[in-house]
């Protein structure tokens, strides 16, 4: 009996002894990969999209792991493709930017006044030189071209109209006509219209 009570008791610490070094093993195992993966989570939420998890590892932790590279490797990518957009989007607008001032420095230099109808939307754009030429307070001609009409002689006005309208019709691109305004105090005259016409498809678009 008490030499089966030694082995029993022997066979408990050998158990026990086991059982810590199986258990010490177990949560190496374990909380290194997630220790890891933690840290990459952390790594990527500060914007460090480049973060590796470097990890060598076969079970579903190294397969997670993969993954998470794949995916930090991804939103790097869409990340550089973004700011080349955005780079890009930005070198337009100023390019735009710059062409709409020296669109609007020739139009003052050459002291005309300008409209641009958008024929499908219906919307025209008077330039505030046409409305001092025409004689009108700034603002008071916004988005219709029958406004413009309404500045000349009726006469004029209506073959102003029909000579749009053929060269509509015709699909010519370019437009011009002569018109007498309307008799104002200080202001009598007559008004050259020319320009061209951008055509999309069958319609006219200005």
């Known amino acids: 009996i008490r030499s089966a ?28 990969p997630v220790q890891k993966l933690v840290e990459a989570t952390r790594a990527i939420a500060r914007g460090d999209l ?33 700011t080349r957009e955005i780079k890009e989007r930005r070198h337009a607008e100023e390019a735009l930017r710059e062409s709409e001032e020296r669109y609007a420095l020739a139009a003052r230099g050459a002291n005309d006044g300008l409209w641009d109808w958008d024929v499908a939307a219906g919307h025209v754009y008077y330039s505030p ?23 000349f002689q009726p006469a004029d006005a209506a073959a102003a109209e029909a000579e749009l309208r053929r060269c509509f019709a015709e699909r010519r691109d370019e437009f ?26 069958r319609q006219a678009v200005r």
């Open 5 to 32: 009570r030694v082995v029993l008791f022997l066979t408990m610490g050998l158990t026990l002894v086991f059982g810590g070094v199986v258990g010490f093993h177990l949560t190496r195992a374990i909380a290194g």
């Open 50 to 82: 480049g973060h590796r998890v470097e990890l060598e590892d076969k079970t579903e932790f190294g397969e997670l792991a993969t993954h998470f590279d794949h995916m930090g490797q991804a939103l790097q990518e869409n990340y550089d493709v973004l």
């Open 129 to 151: 030189r046409l409305q001092e030429i025409l004689g009108l307070a700034p603002g008071s001609m916004i988005g219709k071209i029958q406004l413009l009409f309404e500045q």
């Open 176 to 201: 011009r006509f002569e018109a007498r305004l309307r008799p104002m105090i200080g202001k009598p005259g007559w008004i050259v219209a020319r320009g061209l016409i951008l055509f999309e498809g």
